[in-house]
């Protein structure tokens, strides 16, 4: 496994290092130790499957406030995503700063998103999977989200004349730091 840390400090995409051979390749994608050794969080207690039929469609800003913050390791098992991560650490220098990467099920790539950070991705093909491993269970009341489209952050959407976007993620506010 390979760490490569973002421009937001303790985010990382994960590539997999592929042992080939004629029948394919094998690659770990989750190892507890090299999690600990870059100071990750490396608590998983919960996995998600999101399926999603139309490409163009958003899921997110979402996130959960302490003391049900959570670490997320997200990965892209079929179809294509821009994956999004928003630094909401307010004693952070990164602080409303955004990192996205794509994700698919051909790249294998993951990104770590730690504790105090809203996460949401943008479909690119129709029919895409994700899984998501979770440190901590969800917890509707700590449950929150910020809007996908506020100027605070300005994301850069790839698809962003066709769009499909859920009530609740529409229903967010606008940031207030």
Not at 4 to 9: G, H, I, R, V, Y
Not at 66 to 80: F, N, S, W
Not at 104 to 129: C, K, M, W
Request: charged share 30%; glycine share 6%; aromatic share 14%.
């Amino acid at each position: 496994m390979i760490f490569n840390e973002t421009k937001l400090k303790n985010a990382f995409i994960i590539e997999i290092e592929k042992l080939e051979d004629e029948r394919g390749f094998f690659a770990r994608a989750w190892d507890n130790k090299k999690f600990e050794e870059h100071g990750l969080n490396s608590k998983l207690v919960q996995s998600n499957i999101s399926f999603t039929k139309k490409k163009g469609t958003i899921r997110g800003m979402h996130y959960q406030v302490p003391p049900y913050a959570e670490a997320k390791l997200i990965r892209c098992t079929r179809g294509k995503i821009y994956d999004v991560i928003i630094d909401l650490r307010t004693k952070s220098e990164t602080f409303t700063k955004w990192v996205s990467v794509e994700l698919s099920g051909n790249n294998h790539r993951t990104i770590y998103v730690p504790e105090g950070f809203a996460h949401g991705f943008q479909t690119l093909e129709d029919n895409t999977e994700v899984f998501y491993q979770i440190s901590e269970f969800y917890r509707p009341k700590h449950a929150r989200g910020v809007r996908w489209d506020d100027p605070v952050f300005h994301i850069e959407w790839p698809r962003a004349n066709m769009l499909i976007i859920s009530e609740q993620d529409l229903g967010y506010p606008f940031f207030d730091s």
